[in-house]
């Protein structure tokens, strides 16, 4: 039991990689240097797929580029409606991200969701876009006028809902990462070498999906009700 134990908190520990000598030492955790490299991972491939664009006559490569691009804009489209349009570059970015992190395990890198600041930075950038649509949308007026309706009395719970929602994203997204955890620990523990094996696919590549997926389902679904 003592092994399970340290198993899932060598999983779960962000250790330091190097330290910043600025203001008596910053350190950088094991997941900002992951995000780093997910980010160069989306720029160059951002890159090497938009290289040699056509209007007419155009490649397999630009076909199904374009295939993909349309399936996603058009379903956060559906989502958010018209005046949300503005928001589907961010929401597809965080997706990929997401998706990209709990993947990146198969490449032998600790994903960055397994670290609860990325998961509450990523919910907090998420509620602070929301409420700036809404300011957007209605001003700021309207939208302080938006914690009284229905009714006025129920605007303290409107106002703690400004707290509530993010800290239901952050710790939805990394409660199923702790989950997918814990049963990997166990399955190891229990299980021969090779038996796992399926398993940790499952959770790196569909599961991990499927969680960015709820979080830019729900995030669009805050963003819908913050515009209209």
């Not at 890159?47 to 374009?66: C, H, S």
């Not at 876009?129 to 009714?151: D, H, Y």
Request: net charge positive; aromatic share 10%.
């Amino acid at each position: 039991m003592d092994k399970l134990v340290e198993s899932l908190m060598e999983e779960l520990n962000c250790n330091t990689v190097f330290t910043i000598p600025l203001f008596g030492g910053i350190p950088v955790l094991e997941s900002v240097v992951v995000t780093w490299i997910i980010m160069a991972i989306m720029m160059i491939g951002s890159l090497i797929l938009v290289k040699g664009l056509k209007m007419r006559n155009i490649g397999k490569k630009q076909a199904a580029l374009e295939s993909g691009f349309t399936f996603l804009y058009r379903f956060f489209a559906d989502l958010l409606g018209k005046d949300g349009k503005a928001y589907i570059p961010y929401l597809i970015t965080v997706m990929l991200y997401i998706a990209i992190a709990n993947m990146i395990g198969l490449l032998g890198f600790k994903s960055p969701t397994k670290d609860l600041n990325v998961t509450a930075s990523l919910a907090v950038m998420s509620i602070v876009l929301v409420e700036a649509a809404g300011i957007r949308k209605r001003g700021i007026k309207g939208w302080l006028k938006s914690f009284a309706e229905p009714i006025p009395i129920i605007a303290p719970i409107n106002v703690l809902e400004l707290f509530i929602r993010p800290l239901s994203l952050c710790m939805r997204l990394f409660g199923n990462v702790l989950g997918a955890v814990v049963v990997m620990a166990l399955i190891k523990y229990l299980l021969p070498v090779v038996v796992p094996l399926p398993f940790s696919g499952y959770f790196d590549i569909f599961d991990g999906v499927i969680q960015a997926y709820v979080f830019v389902f729900l995030t669009s679904l805050y963003i819908k009700e913050a515009v209209e």
